[in-house]
């Protein structure tokens, strides 16, 4: 673990902000509520990249997530669950923070996995756990909307903390869509060619096994996994016929789940 005074991305957050950054903080290591910083501040930590934010990403435990807001409310803040599937925010005026215990397609939750393997810093004087590089990377490499992509957060993960990844970890995390990460591996040699051995042959050559052992899957209906990548740009495939790859039994979020996460499509997260 290596601890270093986590500094706010520049150009610099206004002081106001931070401020109420500092108190939601506070208020968690207070209440002793396990939680998690990622984001921005997690791309400082793990790529030494600084990038303007007003945002503070908060990762906690679904089951944790009660006790977190309660924590937040008792320092001040207003709190509502914006999409139960994922996503709660932490109001202060017209300043928010986000509480994250998933994903917007439902995949990855945060699990105690995520905490076994956080590594230490301080961020405005409060001891904090910073996302794991593998998790931050398997988060991101699921985001390729039309108007947002993290292939370049990935990429600079990978060439940052490539030699010291749990590889088999990362490799474990991503489960049946080891065809995303080979595709940000992929993708990473031909960023960054004097890189590659960031990423050891071995995984290349498992994940491309697999990928070329992978038979078309035969199904009564044929399935759409372009939703779990992006939430709007494959609705025009599900009119089509294809199943929607983030409903059961392959998928974990229900019917109201997935239509209230499109209508909000457009909307500030």
Same mark, same amino acid.
Request: aromatic share 8%; hydrophobic share 45%.
């Given at each position: ?59 906690? &435990? =679904? ?8 924590? *937040?409310? !008792?320092? +001040?803040? %207003?709190?509502?669950? /914006? ?63 039309? &108007? =947002? ?8 993960? *990978?060439? !940052?903390? +490539?030699? %010291?990844?749990?590889? /088999? ?101």
């Amino acid at each position: 673990m290596r601890l270093a005074s986590l500094l706010p991305p520049e150009p610099a957050v206004d002081a106001a902000t931070l401020a109420h950054f500092a108190r939601a903080l506070q208020g968690l290591h207070a209440a002793r509520v396990p939680f998690l910083v990622g984001g921005a501040y997690a791309i400082k930590h793990h790529c030494g990249i600084n990038r303007e934010t007003k945002d503070l990403d908060l990762f906690v &435990e =679904r089951a944790e997530l009660r006790r977190a807001l309660d924590a *937040l409310e !008792a320092v +001040g803040f %207003r709190t509502e669950v /914006a999409f139960p599937h994922w996503l709660a925010k932490a109001w202060s005026g017209e300043r928010f923070i986000d509480v994250i215990f998933s994903s917007g397609n439902g995949y990855g939750p945060v699990d105690r996995g995520w905490f076994a393997h956080a590594e230490g810093d301080v961020l405005l004087g409060v001891p904090v756990l910073i996302c794991p590089a593998e998790e931050t990377i398997c988060s991101k490499a699921f985001v390729m909307e039309r &108007e =947002r992509y993290d292939g370049a957060d990935v990429n600079h993960l *990978l060439r !940052a903390c +490539g030699d %010291r990844l749990d590889w /088999a970890r990362l490799v474990a995390l991503f489960g049946a869509h080891a065809r995303v990460l080979l595709s940000h591996l992929v993708l990473f040699g031909y960023v960054f060619p004097s890189e590659r051995a960031k990423v050891p042959q071995r995984v290349l050559a498992e994940l491309c096994a697999r990928v070329v052992a992978e038979a078309p899957e035969a199904a009564e209906a044929p399935v759409c996994r372009g939703t779990l990548l992006s939430r709007q740009q494959y609705l025009v495939d599900l009119d089509r016929g294809y199943v929607d790859g983030r409903l059961a039994p392959g998928g974990t979020m229900t019917p109201d789940e997935v239509a209230g996460w499109t209508a909000a499509i457009g909307q500030a997260r």
